[in-house]
DNA sequence: TTGAGATGAGAAAAGCTTTTCTCACGGCAA
DNA sequence: TTGCCGTGAGAAAAGCTTTTCTCATCTCAA
């Protein structure tokens, strides 16, 4: 007869009756009782630690790995004040940005035996605190803050907590550290990619204004294609997209032979639009996006060559910076940005192989 | 003159001066010795439990909310063998599925006082060890494993764990408990809406037929839809969308007036590549997508009619499972199926306000 | 042979909380 | 007055690991 219910034990126990009954765990008395030494000997030997000799040392940690044990991080923890342990907190439910970010800060922290807390808090201070104080009764070694723009900041007051807190593609603390992508060399790169290919009469369509972010990346295209067409200023939608290849092409004057795109969204729309006009990208025009949004970029047609902001590159830093002050490291505070980096497909034409 | 670096203590410790100085934290010592009781008193006062008056109960707890103890959660974890943290184990790298059932399980437990660490493995066994080691060293209360699909396993062994397992779309060890969504009931959904608005002639353009939802969706629709027209299996992608409805359009014969497609990329594709015929969509086609992924099916125009497979409301469940389980409740082994639902924008046509 | 120094290993405390056990005291009944 | 019981509160142990201090033993030199 097969039973209708189970209990933690029958899901997820495995069979350690052999060994210690009290809690199910291998500890460390276990690995001194079965090396015949004392615990204090067994954690020197196995820690790398103390005065002993050669095969007492190898005798303990032989033990210790065949009974399979494993120190608890929680006693570990208790005792140093570490936790090895930190928290991501974001605002961005979509993921579109804390993905890239969180996946280069576990990169990062796992060889260092660290994991992550990812707390979502929808731009709710209630919700934010909550967050903060669980991570921080756990003792979190820190916090790395997140966000969907560089130039705002979480609902959440992290500015007098008991452990390091590191900003990442959000706005941080004075005196904090925050990394963040360089839009303007970024911008640069879409720019001088499209002017390399020839194209002199380029446009951009990037979203609002009130975005640091988009007066970046246009501060750099105007440095570079000068003042020739008005930026264009939008939201960061396809609607968007297609409204702006409207109002340029039904427009009476020459028409652009490269467009800089704020995201790859707007470029999506864009190239469709473009498309849908009979006019041929890439021979007719170039289109450059920003952000290689994969999902997006890789699926227009043609796929599109787009800025890359290196946020796994951004996450893996802010790890490293989080975990060298919670050690008591010196770090040097502001901001710093990181270079991005052109992702070339097919839609500027010139050669994809670069 | 401005200083350099800055350590730890500068970028984020309070200054909690006045009170312990040993770790800067507020331990149960401080409130007993602030509300004159011993530490044991204190406890039983702040828990709840114990014997004592009513005005001593009272004074500590206000003394403890004044210095703003918090208790340790760590030294709780090592004595209750409860550390209120789960893992999240997943391969799914974007996110896609995850992160909504990832909301799921966080908002269903942050109420506990439970924090989720998030593990993506990238199909990467080695890294999937060490990732649940990792956890185990933690001692966390369970894990739930999550994914890409529900008929593949994760490429770790977590048969035998110490700690509960709970599956959420993803395929789990026979005897343990995994939620899915209702595939069959969803594409039922699908096409009994496309069905009420009159559609006769339907469609299904779909993944390839080794995913299990992909069969189970092919068998709804077959059986509400009959067998007028083949299944088409294709992949995941925008291009099988395009390619498809090519298919379709370029075959001699009469046409379809409804598609039910396999996800929202292939519905996106197929409303995109129809438009392009001059086949309007909804008024000589209704297309109807899976998945209701925001950021494709609201940005195609027109915006997609499709399946959300309540993927939060699965992690919730699993939440509260792994929930149950870690505190010893009994639950029902098995694989539960949650209901889809149907949310309806333009692309079908009929009442958009339904 | 005895004392010093080196070497190996164990005892104990600390880190923070909860829980069980014990104790002191006041009141009440015999 | 004595004994019992209930009440309120404290002492101590447990949970697991690391670190410091202490101790025992052995070797070698005087």
Known sequence: MRKAFLTANEVGRGHLENQRVRSGRVTIHDVAAAAGVSISTASKALNNTGRMGDDTRERVKRVATEIGFRPNALAKGLLSNRSFTIGLLTNDTYGRFTLPVMAGITEALVDHGVSVFLCTIEDDPALGKVHVDAMLDKSVDGIIASGKRIDRRLPVDLS???????????????????????????????????????????????????????????????????????????????????????????????????????????????????????????????????????????????????????????????????????????????????????????????????
């Not at 900003?167 to 603390?173: H, Q, R, V």
């Not at 499209?194 to 988009?214: C, D, K, Q, Y």
């Not at 109002?247 to 009476?252: T, V």
């Not at 919670?326 to 040097?332: F, P, Q, T």
């Open 160 to 354: 007098n907590l008991p452990v390091p807190v590191v900003y990442a593609f959000t706005e941080g603390t004075p005196g904090s550290v925050a990394f963040c992508a360089d839009d303007f060399q970024g911008a640069a790169l879409a720019v001088e990619w499209l002017m390399g290919l020839g194209r002199r009469r380029i446009a951009h369509v990037t979203g609002p204004e009130s975005f640091f972010s988009v007066r970046e990346r246009a501060r750099a295209y105007r440095s570079l294609a000068g003042d020739v067409l008005p930026v264009m200023y939008g939201t960061w939608s396809e609607a968007w997209g297609h409204e702006a290849v409207a109002k340029i092409w039904d427009a009476p004057g020459s028409k652009p032979d490269g467009i800089f795109c704020g995201n790859d969204q707007i470029a999506r729309a864009v190239v469709d639009a473009l498309r849908e006009r009979g006019v041929r990208v890439p021979q007719d025009v170039s289109v450059v996006g920003f952000d290689n949004w994969e999902i997006v970029a890789a699926q227009t047609r043609p796929p599109l060559t787009t800025v890359d902001m290196n946020l796994k590159a951004l996450g893996r830093e802010a790890g490293l910076t989080v975990l060298a002050l919670a050690e008591g490291r010196a770090v040097e505070p502001g901001i710093r940005t990181l270079p991005c980096e052109l992702v070339v497909r097919q839609s500027c034409g010139g050669n994809p192989d670069h």
